[in-house]
């Protein structure tokens, strides 16, 4: 297969200590310049920023439509395959009575519940058409409609003890290929007792690189990040609980997704789903061990050819193998939080719908009406819904993440928003901050600007750390920002994701990076289902200028 490199990058510039992660509006702070870092994250993150003035990260410029990747991976000879048709439907929960209350009693594990679940978080939703062409759109929502992101399941083979099937979720058909069973010695140290199955998430890069280039990575873990909020909630509305199973490394990923396919796939995280209120007990290290047991495991088929050709963005390759997770972080136990209820003003500012109807006809807006006010409380709940917790109790940490879909991550939260707010009722027009970490408080305030307010808006309620930096229209500057696109100032309120990145990366390690963007990834579903639900709609904003802002 011929492959065809792009140029090296003629760019150098030096980073920000600030992360601005794409998800609708980023901005920068006008922070003093910190001495570049030499980090491989850092040397990525800047290179592929877009700049006002040294220009776009590099991409192909053009749309190369012979060889646009395939969305879907099949494999053939065909893998025997479980699929309920028809998809089985979720119990009716109230979309906001699942952010408030604990979940459902649990369903149990059959291969119809999973496939509800792959139904509610991962599948197609809608098909479109104009001209000549058609396309599929996916409950998940994904960056230019690109999906890079695949899933595998693991589960216990229906009927047969101590054998464990490893599935792979085909979302154009929805039915699970299953390209692996086996019978496991240590079974339990991979499906601990009271745990259902675990869902693996890998990035095949080459589809968003086709379009968007050396970005691709940050697009590919922003989309990592849709798929486990997505996984998180329809995982509640079935009573279960989901979260990262992050003390597994790199090599223990790669062992559950089989060999590599002819476009490479990058293993990015395991997700562990468990019936709500139940607390796993997983050790890594005997679950590592376990996994080698999967060496010896014959993988059925073989992947379809994604493309006739394909470029290698080198970078994009280099950097996803940088920052692998390789050596377990210091301590690191996987533990489960109580479920804790988000923050709530009044459900009845909801429509009427349930978890299911939210999901799958969740859409993007494709334009604003430059007209629409949306009313305070409405504001205010959808900024609550974006904490990560829903109480801190006494000597419990500001930052943990157990509120609904966040408690899927298991490290304190690190991404924040600023918002540029333009019609909203009673709120004057200007720039804000949510703080989604108050002990991130001081190291913020001390990056940004020095003449920023800081002010708590009158009547915003108690439990909502948001804070105005300034008074003003910021509908131009937004639309600047956004590679001058309406949508940022055409709407009720625009915002961007900024998380500290230095610090992060050197308290945790460069495996921080990528993760950095899947907390942006679950964020931003959030927004999109909180619009949705109120009856209005979101969409994200991958194109921004990083370190442009006010001022
Ligand atoms: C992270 C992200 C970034 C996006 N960036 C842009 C953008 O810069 N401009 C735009 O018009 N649409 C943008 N979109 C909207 C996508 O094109 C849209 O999500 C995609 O076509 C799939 O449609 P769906 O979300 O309705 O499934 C973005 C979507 C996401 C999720």
Redesign the pocket.
Known sequence: MPLLRPRPSPRARHCSPLLCA???LAMSSSAAPSPPSTSAAAEYHCRTKHSLTAGYARSPGRLDWANQPNPFVRFSPRAPNLSPQPAPALSAVPYASLLHFPPPPPQPLTVDSLSALLFHSLAL??WKSAGLSTWS?????????LHPTEAHLVFPLPQEPGRLAIAHYAPRDHLLEVRASAPIRDFSAILPASATAVLVLSSVFWREAWKYGERALR?CN??VG?ALAAVALAAAALGWDARLLDGLLDEDLARLIGAPWVERQHPDCAVLLFPAGSDPEVDYGRMSEALKGLDAVEWVGEANRLSKDHVVWDVVYRTADQVKKHNPASGEQFSMLPWHRSPALSEGLYKELTVQEVVRT???A?DMDGVHVMGIDTFYQILLHCLPSGEVGPGERQGLQNAMPFRVLPWDAEVHAALFVHRVSGLPKGLYFLLRNKEHFDALRSAMRHDFEWVRPEGCPDGLPLYRLMKGDCQRLAMQI??F?D?ASHGCFSLGMIARFDPVLHENGEWMYPRLFWET?VL?QVL?LEAHAVGISA??????FDDAGPG
């Open positions: 794409l998800h609708r939703s809608a759109l996916r409950v998940n929502p994904s960056s230019g409609n697009y922003h989309d849709h969740r859409r993007s494709v956004s590679c696109q949508i990834g931003g999109y969409t994200g904003i991958g194109c921004y």
